[in-house]
């Protein structure tokens, strides 16, 4: 089974800053199969990167995804106030299936 | 829009079952994978089950491998969760979730919806 780890599992920036959250692997992943989720409290989560690069409907351009192999980047250009979520990375592996993250918190400073 | 709404959750007692149900609307429901994801108290998301868009195969975390079952009505754009032998483990808000591009991911989700086992 493959467990992806992600840091750090708290990140304290102000808004304008620039967020970089990572999430590697304990086995190669492939890109196809890497995506990224926000989630704020009680709420659902919501998708925002597939493709370990590609963004979903809607997200904005300041979030953007990169990396191959065992090591993925989710990059929050500038954060807006809006973004201050738990971020959670996933991968499909074809045994056991779909697996998570343990998230990061990105909260403000 | 896709709108995906659980329902059927509440409390209920070690080893008795429950059924989930997910309504959804906005967009072709026969041509999507579907799946139930879920969220214990204050802890990360966990994949619980698949089922591809006609129904025909059938996937399980290991977790409820053997106890819980995924169904769906495409003619009535439904999906189901048929829960047994529930634990206190099993506690969490569960999320029906539209498989994305490739089905490697999950593109929308529902609200979700609180099971409590408790005795």
């Known amino acids: 089974e493959i467990v992806l780890t992600q840091s750090p599992g708290t990140l304290s920036l102000s808004p304008g800053e620039r967020a970089t959250l990572s999430c590697r692997a304990s086995q190669s992943v492939s890109s196809t199969y890497l995506a990224w989720y926000q989630q704020k409290p009680g709420q659902a989560p919501r998708l925002l990167i597939y493709?370990?690069?590609s963004r979903a409907t809607g997200i904005p351009d300041r979030f953007s995804g990169s990396g191959s192999g065992t090591d993925f980047t989710l990059t929050i250009s500038r954060l807006e106030p809006e973004d201050f979520a738990v971020y959670y990375c996933q991968q499909y592996d074809s045994s056991p299936g779909y697996t998570f993250g343990q998230g990061t918190k990105l909260e403000i400073k | 829009q896709v709108q995906l709404g659980e329902s059927g959750g509440g409390v209920v007692q070690p080893g008795r079952s429950l059924r989930l149900s997910c309504a959804a609307s906005g967009f072709t429901f026969s041509t999507y994978g579907m799946h139930w994801v879920r969220q214990a108290p204050g802890k990360g998301l966990e994949w619980v089950a698949l089922?591809?868009?006609?129904?025909?195969?059938?996937y399980y975390g290991d977790s409820v491998k053997g106890r819980f079952t995924v169904s769906r009505d495409n003619s009535n754009n439904t999906l189901y969760l048929q829960m047994s032998s529930l634990r206190a483990e099993d506690t969490a808000v569960y999320y029906c979730?539209?498989?994305?591009?490739?089905?490697?991911?999950?593109?929308?989700w529902g609200q979700g919806i609180l099971v409590t086992v408790s005795s």
């Open positions: 089922i591809w868009s006609d129904g025909s195969n059938k």
């Open positions: 493709g370990a690069s």
């Open positions: 979730a539209r498989g994305g591009d490739g089905g490697y991911s999950f593109d929308s």
